[in-house]
């Protein structure tokens, strides 16, 4: 089992390792958790402004502050002098805490751009251009450490209409289960993933190997729990045990998701934790 602690992540100005920003993280949700733990919806029904919010914050709502102020600091992360000190310190941790999100200073991703794969035409039909520029990206990622850490095997949490693992098991060639709660869009993959199989075979390209399954991820699942059914398939190896992690490189298993929504992002990170996946793309 790899058990390098090579990352991937372009920290904020002024942190040195990964450590130190988790701490620093951390401390900052715990010091603002009052506010993150309500639900944005709830803004709606609830009067949070007068049961939550410090006094000095409702400033905000009052008509010396503007829809231009407003939009600002949502988009930008400026405020007026005149707001409150802590509402402004607020402010300021935000964006200092927030990872970098300019693709253009981060190496890594204009290496992967660079010598990413053209998406094979056989994959990419029903696919906007924004998922086709995800994709295209994300699967040359994915591809690339699996190379490095000798990850062969793909666990998509949340894979949707499976857009993503055609290409990393049909383009790259890697074995992937793709897992998703919807069976509306677990029978749109199953059935995109057949049309491209039988396309691929006619054409005489080799591939991996592709199994979706319809299933809630549960709180209290571990990693074995959700490869159960996709394993089923005795062609797809079943992961490495925690006593025996180096056995054989083809049981290595990656944790990923293109679009982890609402708590999955969370959960993909717990189960990735408590497993003998070897690595983590979120």
């Keep these: 089992m790899v058990t390098s602690s090579r990352h991937h992540l372009r920290l904020p100005k002024g942190f040195t390792s990964v450590r130190e920003y988790a701490d ?33 914050w409702r400033q905000l709502k009052e008509a010396s502050t503007s829809y231009e102020d407003l939009l600002n600091l949502a988009s930008h992360g400026t405020f007026k002098e005149e707001w409150p000190e802590d509402l402004k310190e607020f402010i300021r941790l935000s964006r200092e805490i927030a990872l970098p999100r300019d693709p253009k200073g981060d190496t890594f991703t204009q290496e992967i751009q660079e010598n990413s794969k053209p998406l094979d035409r056989k994959t990419i039909y029903g696919m906007t251009p924004k998922k086709k520029h995800e994709v295209q990206i994300l699967s040359a990622v994915i591809s690339a450490i699996a190379s490095s850490t000798n990850t062969p095997n793909i666990l998509d949490m949340g894979a949707g209409q499976g857009y993503l693992d055609a290409v990393l098991a049909y383009s790259y060639g890697l074995t992937v289960i793709g897992v998703d709660d919807d069976e509306v869009q677990t029978c749109g993959a199953i059935r995109r993933s057949d049309t491209i199989a039988k396309m ?27 490869l159960k059914e996709g394993t089923q398939d005795s062609t797809i190896p079943e992961p490495s045990t925690p006593s025996s992690p180096d056995t054989d490189t083809h049981e290595r298993w990656m944790l990923c998701g293109l679009h982890t929504c609402g708590d999955l992002a969370s959960s993909s990170i717990r189960h990735f934790l408590q497993s003998t996946a070897t690595v983590l793309v979120s």
């Design 200 to 226: 691929f075979k006619n054409h005489g390209g080799s591939f991996g190997k592709l199994r979706h399954i319809n299933r809630r991820v549960g709180v209290g699942e571990t990693f074995a729990d959700l």
């Design 24 to 56: 620093a993280l951390v401390a900052f949700l715990r010091r603002y958790a009052w506010l993150w733990q309500h639900h944005a919806v709830d803004f709606f029904v609830v009067n949070y402004w007068e049961k939550t919010f410090p006094v000095e």
